[in-house]
């Protein structure tokens, strides 16, 4: 198992479609994808519950990814958030 | 304790009732337990609802694919990916199972518990994203009340309680003994209002927060002549708007007991009455209130609450019903007006925002445009005329050369019609609607090129005076006594005269107690309304002297802007009222 802390750098925060980007990302691996704040943990692969998570622009979460793929799941993921979901800002 | 709210009485009347609150788009969910022998059925219904709406936003998508923004597909993919979350579709059917809560109650009862998370979330980009939860909601709560015709039921001597209704929630309502409407937005020409006076139940518009200071059920009383909305009235109220009602009823019992009289002024100078219908079903009513004739049948909802266009046979069926069901009488029947207030369901993929529909493309032009559009209707308007008497009427010309191409088209459709030897009416009289200032100040060349006009003066004052009917922010400006509203009523008037062609009203304004004097007195001879309001008219006129009024009107028509005349027109409005 793989588990880092991440911020979330765009600007919008980890709304609606980011986190559709984000849990169909996750959905192409069988590891389990985990996403945690300090209060709640979500399913990387829930649409609701990524949004629940209410991450903003500099809320760092803590990503895990757990199974057969999860090197690369972790890496696919983490640069996706690097890269602001495609916003550009 | 009592609280009176008031906005725009928009119908008149008094309702006394229990208040619905509609929310605008969204069905009214009730708390509603199940068996448990229900309980599978009620879990497939609940999955059938959301493969439901996951099917309409693949077609929405699939169809906007290829032009559209990407942010917008992605919305849509979001809304998607939301459909098979286990936090919207697993979480209800849970609920359905353990605490047996009937499909629509147990989604509310999860969004809310969505919504409320979100409500909490600090950052405010974020927290507005709560409508993604309520859009895919609401597409699933859609799919499930879609057939429940019960719910509708429910409705009979509720006093409905909306942020605004259209055209379409009034349609559906119009059978289900509704009391009466109020809506915290639209003025006294918006097609709501409309509607309202027509199923002749009482309406209060713009009564700001309506439906936050109105709880469900509330007891309401709803003065639409006042309007004014009264919340948990005290007792001494009640019994005097109780009082008020009754004497209502017995002034509408004694107006029925003119049905059989003729629509005769004092001095025995007779008038048209002719009615404004909607829907085939209004023929009902026309005929035994004894209408001299449809000046008016909008075709506009043959349109409404469907994803395409209705064809030639459905024009057909819906006509044939009219003309049969009046009996001989003559129907008018208005050619396509979309547009502006009234928006077509299954046309609108155009990809342009329209800013002001009301002065596009819409009515005749749309029809010129898009003969695809019009053509069937033609078509079968002109079927229909084999069966009984038909008049065509053309909306919101502006140039003689529409007339031309619109007398061309009926003209092919007659050769066609021939060729294929189904039989019509060959001297089917073509008029036009006149509500547009520029026909009123030409009305003498289209009198000369039509057979009937016919004053539209909803569009015609909202045209002059530049203010859109619907808003409720100007429409206090909406005065069909203006001068020079009337002088262009009066130019139609006298257009028609000068022509020997018929000339009628089929505005607000020709039922309007208030004015029917004065167009009495202007020369008008046909005045179309919504059938509710055709035996009141009828009393006007047996009340009034129509040589009397000419002789007050006339000079008053030569001197229009002064000071005085104002005074003079408002004595004559003060008539019946």
Redesign the interface.
Known sequence: MITKEIEIINK??????A??KL??TAGQFSSDILLSNSSQEA?GK????V??L????GTTLTLSANGADEQEAFETITALINDKFGEGE | MSVSCSGIGVSNGIAIGEAHLLQRGRPDIVPRFIETDQISDEVDRFRQAVAGARRQLKAIRDKIAQNTRSDIVAFIDTHLLMLTDEALVEAPISTIREKQYAAEWALQVQRDALVRVFDEMEDDYLRTRKDDVEHVVDQIQKNLTLVDEDDLHHLEGKIIVAQDLTPADTILMRHQGVAAFVTEYGGPMSHTAILARSLGIPAVVGVHEATHNIQDTENLIVDGHQGIVIINAEDATLSQYLEKKDADLQHAESLRRLIDQPAQTIDGHTVQLLANIELPEDIETTPNLKANGVGLYRTEFLYMNRNDVPNEEEHFRAYRQVVNGLGGIPVTIRTLDLGADKQIDGCNDSDTPVCNPALGLRAIRLCLKEPQLFLPQLRAILRASAYGPIRIMIPMLSTLHEVKELRQMVEDVMYSLKRDGIAFDADIPIGGMIEIPAAALAAESFARELDFLSIGTNDLIQYTLAIDRVDDEVNYLFDPLHPSVLRLIQMVIDAGRNNNIPVSMCGEMAGDPRYIPLLLGMGLQEFSMQPGALLEAKHIFRNINAGELAERVTPLMQQLDTPETAEKLLQISALTS
């Open positions: 919008l925060g980890l709304h609606a479609r986190a559709a849990v169909t399913n829930s649409i609701m519950g949004v629940m209410a991450a903003s622009q």
